[in-house]
């Protein structure tokens, strides 16, 4: 009888299971190898994924101050060696696109693509492999500005107005209120969001408007372009600047007779001029923490070396406001670069909507910036002028009843256009 087979098993010697175990661990250190070598080319993709992003975003950053295609290349090249991907050196190419050769930004206006390729060589898995190509890639889009015309003043209450009470632009009393040279846009809504009457004229070359407009008992709304009603509303142009943190109070916060020189700083309880004194402001930003910044009684105030006056309150209530009265003069002109480039003066958006700030009492003005009132009534009254040639109102509400005076040739002011959307700088893919 032939003996089973599997009875001549057990004593095999062949070395048939000794053969498959060391394949078998051939292949398993194999596998091994290649998992470390691919843990290292994935840091190093991750450092590689840093080093685009950062180079992608700083170029854009150049882009939007304007720099030219060679500096931005050239940037984005140099924040990519920062991180040890140096264009050319050890394997590593950077590219530089404008725009973006793929993905769904390849025709926004000013994208960058940088993308970086790494050679890796194997340290443990050469013999499975001799090289691999390891990439990173990113897309910033630079800063922008959109813009909807060249307006010179934005009423922000965007309520119905169906008086001319409630208005948000009210010109009445034989006012005279020339925007000749720019446009005028209105978010209140109602019948009565634009009133001018009482023999008034307001001039303008644009007027936009969420609701309508009235003219009555002989007032008159010239417009050389465009008078638009249900209009869309205009965002607040510098609804993202922050208001200044008051400091330690001056010592001083009134001035006489005579001729004063000031710095920067926090002044409580109001800053008064008064008794024909002349007050010159040296640059910088001056705090005005509750009471009233007033000019009065034929005095004089020169601020044209870039400042900024700031009506705010560290209390929460009282609410610095403004007033210029009695045949005044104030001369100011705003920062062009800075936190609070533009603004000649700012009121805190959080200020009580009760009070009124008044520009009157035939004052001669001269502001180049933005006057921003964002809570309160402005009024114009007793023929306040101007002569400036960029003189921006931003407030919650104006009424005229004497003559005013605004241009917007603010090229060199640092103002933000009114009616215009800005998009920061930012990573898109």
Sequence with gaps: MRPRLHRRLGPDEAGATAIVVALSTTALMGGAALALDIGIWYNDKRIAQGAADSAAYSAAVDYAAGDTAANVAATAKAIAAQYGQADGSGGVTVTVNRPPKSGTHTTTTGAIEVIIQRTETP???????????????????????????????????????????????????????????????????????????????????????????????????????????????????????????????????????????????????????????????????????????????????????????????????????????????????????????????????RAESTNTDAINGGSNINIGGALYFPAQLVTFSNGATSTSTCTQLIAYRVTFTGGAYFRDNCSGYGVTEIGSTSTATGLVE
């Design 123 to 349: 340290f443990f898995s050469s013999f499975f492999t001799n090289s691999a190509a390891v990439a990173s890639r990113a897309v910033a889009v630079p800063a922008s500005t959109t813009t909807n015309g060249s307006y010179c003043a934005l009423v922000l209450d965007s309520s119905p107005a169906a008086t001319a009470a409630t208005a948000g632009i009210n010109a009445s009393n034989g006012a005279v209120v020339d925007m000749s040279g720019c446009g005028v846009q209105v978010n209140a809504s109602g019948s009565d969001a634009l009133y001018v009457g009482g023999g008034s004229t307001l001039k303008a070359a644009n007027v936009s408007i969420v609701g309508s407009y009235t003219t009555s008992n002989g007032g008159a709304l010239q417009v050389t372009g465009s008078t638009k009603t249900s209009a869309p509303s205009m965002p607040d142009p510098y609804a993202n600047v922050t208001v200044p943190t008051p400091g330690a109070c001056a010592s001083t916060n009134s001035w006489g007779y005579g001729t004063w020189t000031l710095s920067p700083g926090t002044y409580c309880n109001g800053m008064t001029f008064s008794n024909g004194g002349t007050v010159t402001l040296t640059a910088g930003t001056y705090i005005v923490d509750r009471g009233s910044f007033t000019l009065q009684g034929g005095s004089t105030l020169n601020a044209t070396a870039g400042v900024t006056i700031v009506l705010t309150s560290s209390t929460g209530s009282n609410y610095a406001t403004m007033s210029i009265t009695n045949g005044t003069t104030f001369n100011i002109t705003a920062p062009s670069t800075g936190a609070m480039k533009g603004i000649a003066v700012y009121q805190d958006r």
